[in-house]
């Protein structure tokens, strides 16, 4: 940031100092309400100015350095109609810090947080009450003798609100939504029944499941010609569908529960265990999601057999699904929020 100061003799327009910082923000989504309250949702930020250099004017006395974050808040579509515009984001209770550009240069911290109020306590029956803000640091600087601020506006960030009903372990929260979620499930992560303290639970089995059906769909039960799955990439990733969301999303993860049983129960299916074998048949992509078994119920037939089935070993189907579901819930992905699985080796 320059300091420039014009005049007509001599006529010309001369810096009178400068200003430069390296500026980083540190966003931190919440898990449950504000003070464990039923409405307002927040979000915490660390903020640090690290000046590198101060010269002339901003190191007179008088001169000010003021860092604030701005939030343009909007309600999402389905909110209720109660829903106030200047309650979809707004400053909470650390606004920052105005301080002279020495005592920054001394201490370059800060806070600041953001809050939303939804007009209604998390329910079913009124869905998630997603409001959305774009957020922007900015830095003011007040110079002895300048008639105006001059500001510095940071680089626009997005923070995500909301009050699902149906999350297991925090009704209201936020996360920042400009990166598609990942899951990620190692072929390497077996299970250990031996391990010290008590057996390790892997999950490896679906690893493997899932990462070929990505790698090589083609090979995967059932069969279709030019066979492509979503999940392993963000440009295609896969929809969260909540069956707790409401009577619909119940009825169409069921449904693809239904249609992967009686796939796996075929007479094609391949690998079926004998009556002794501890083995699950487990599905990609899988039943909590809208590309799961029965899409091409709800979507149209193109959606045929477009999903993977294979029996697995029960213990590590059943671990993949908790954590899933506690992922799910710890990272908020809502009703229909993209995401996709991550395999590694």
Not at 157 to 172: C, H, I
Not at 213 to 233: F, I, M, Q, V
Request: proline share 7%; net charge negative.
């Amino acid at each position: 940031m320059p300091a420039i100061k014009c005049g007509l003799w001599p006529p010309g327009c001369y810096l009178q100092g400068t200003f430069i910082s390296r500026n980083t923000l540190i966003g931190k989504g919440a898990i449950g309400g504000l003070l464990g309250g039923t409405a307002t949702r927040y979000a915490d930020f660390d903020y640090n100015v690290d000046v590198f250099l101060s010269t002339g004017d901003f190191n007179k006395v008088g001169a000010k350095l003021e860092a604030s974050l701005k939030c343009d808040g909007n309600w999402s579509a389905g909110a209720p109609p109660e829903a106030e515009q200047k309650e979809a984001c707004v400053t909470g209770i650390a606004p920052g810090r105005t301080d002279s550009p020495s005592q920054w240069k001394f201490d370059g911290d800060t806070k600041f947080d953001l809050w939303s109020t939804a007009p209604k306590a998390p329910d079913i029956a009124v869905g998630d009450q997603v409001a959305t803000g774009l957020f922007t640091p900015v830095l003011k600087f007040t110079l002895p003798g300048y008639s105006q601020l001059v500001s510095a506006d940071g680089e626009q960030g997005e923070v995500r609100f909301d009050s699902a009903a149906y999350n297991g372990r925090a009704k209201l929260g936020s996360v920042f939504p400009d990166a598609t979620p990942a899951l990620r499930y190692d072929r390497s992560d077996t299970s250990d029944p031996s391990a010290p303290v008590e057996p390790y639970l892997g999950v490896a089995a679906v690893a493997d499941h899932v990462g070929d059906a990505l790698e090589n769909p083609g090979s995967t039960y059932p069969t279709k010609a030019d066979k492509s799955l979503p999940g392993g990439d963000s440009l295609r990733p896969m929809h969260r569908l909540a069956k707790a969301a409401g009577a619909y999303e119940l009825d169409r993860a069921n449904e693809n529960t239904r249609q992967k049983d009686r796939t796996c129960t075929s007479a094609g299916m391949p690998g079926k265990p004998g009556p002794d074998d501890a083995f699950d048949c487990d599905e990609f992509p899988m039943a909590s999601t809208y590309e799961g078994a029965a899409r091409a119920q709800f979507e149209g037939t193109e959606y045929t057999n477009a999903f993977s089935v294979r029996y697995v070993d029960r213990i590590e189907n059943q671990e993949a699904g908790r954590r899933l579901n506690a992922w799910y819930d710890n990272d908020r992905i809502l009703n229909h929020d993209p995401f996709i699985l991550v395999i590694g080796d």
